[in-house]
């Protein structure tokens, strides 16, 4: 026995116009309900929502695209190799919380790695044929092209993490500075002197932050920033290696390590234990992630938390409410916010 479909008053499948007049809005009010803009008061929407249910409306999500010159889809774009990728944590991690927000609504999600000139001109092309409605990057560096050609494409877009303090697009990260300073003021408050830090790569900005925290920490503290302290990785394994062989050779004396992240932590480790230094009697190590890596390391390691899950639900609700916005381009980009979540330093081990 079928399933008997919904009827409107003309007979057919219910319309727009239907549920416009049971709720007794407009038309284009009973769209942006649906489209999930957040441009409409609680009482319309719970009207417009109560006509649908009682009309049986189902919307032709197709023909909705069509009509709106949208694709009901959006990319995630990572200008980094696809071994970076799947070697660390974070991105996976974004990805979760991404999906998370996703999953109520019609949105597809089209995942594009953008690591190299080839396909980044690639990429390029596929924006400027407008296949996507928006796109979240993630793991910008300073002088990304992408950013600027979003901007000019006026296609919705949110960073995770600014490319500089005067970042114009929508963006959201962490506490990359206040989560750096507690990491040193935890090494300084168990008596640690000889502060080391292994950086990410520098053309990012929250690395550049991190090591700014690192700095004022040790100021506010009374200690000296030693640039032979400071080496840079590169938020790899093999980065956090180099970096550590290079701190040890600089200043063997140090009794403490900030890495700018667990996966560099963990190279890190690796060149101490080599180095016959004990963990954390002779050399405590602090990370910054709290992945899993820091969890399942030996000793577990200390750790910034940040809250990449939540940034990823974070940055898609924004990317969600720009589609959404049916505003002028250049009053759209008066509003673009500029979202930093906190971060909280997990104690183990290691330090």
Not at 32 to 59: K, Q, W
Not at 128 to 154: C, F, M, N, T
Not at 269 to 293: E, K, M, N, Y
Request: hydrophobic letters at 40%; glycine letters at 8%; zero cysteines.
């Amino acid at each position: 026995m079928g399933t008997r479909q919904p009827r409107g008053r003309s007979g057919g499948r219910p319309t727009l116009e239907e549920v416009a007049a049971r709720a007794g809005v407009g038309r284009g009010t009973v769209s942006r309900v649906i489209n999930g803009s957040p441009r409409v008061s609680e009482r319309t929407r719970a009207a417009v929502e109560e006509a649908v249910a009682e009309l049986g409306y189902v919307p032709n999500t197709a023909a909705r695209a069509l009509a709106a010159n949208r694709t009901d889809s959006i990319a995630v774009v990572v200008p980094e190799p696809e071994s970076r990728f799947f070697a660390e944590p974070y991105f996976s991690d974004i990805i979760h919380g991404v999906g998370a927000a996703l999953a109520d609504t019609d949105m597809q999600l089209l995942l594009t790695f953008a690591g190299g000139d080839r396909e980044r001109r690639r990429l390029a092309q596929y924006l400027a044929a407008h296949r996507v409605d928006g796109v979240l990057l993630v793991s910008v560096h300073a002088d990304d092209p992408l950013p600027d050609l979003l901007e000019q494409l006026d296609i919705p877009a949110v960073i995770s993490g600014r490319r500089s303090a005067d970042e114009t697009l929508a963006s959201v990260d962490s506490d990359n500075f206040a989560g750096a300073r507690a990491a040193v003021d935890h090494l300084v408050a168990r008596g640690r002197r000889t502060i080391a830090t292994i950086t990410g790569r520098l053309d990012v900005y929250g690395a550049q932050r991190r090591l700014d925290g690192y700095r004022d920490a040790l100021t506010e503290a009374g200690h000296p920033v030693d640039e032979a302290l400071i080496a840079q990785g590169d938020f790899t394994e093999e980065g956090g290696r180099r970096a550590m062989t290079e701190l040890l050779t600089r200043s063997p004396a140090l009794d403490a390590v900030f890495a700018g992240s667990d996966v560099m932590a963990a190279g890190a480790r690796q060149v101490l234990r080599t180095a016959g230094r004990r963990i954390p009697d002779d050399v405590a190590l602090v990370g910054f992630d709290d992945s899993a890596i820091a969890r399942h390391m030996d000793p577990p390691l200390t750790s910034v938390r940040q809250p990449i899950a939540e940034m990823g639900r974070t940055m898609t609700d924004v990317l969600l409410s720009e589609i959404a916005d049916d505003r002028p381009p250049a009053t759209r980009r008066l509003y673009r916010p500029q979202i930093v979540l906190p971060t909280e330093l997990v104690e183990r081990a290691s330090s």
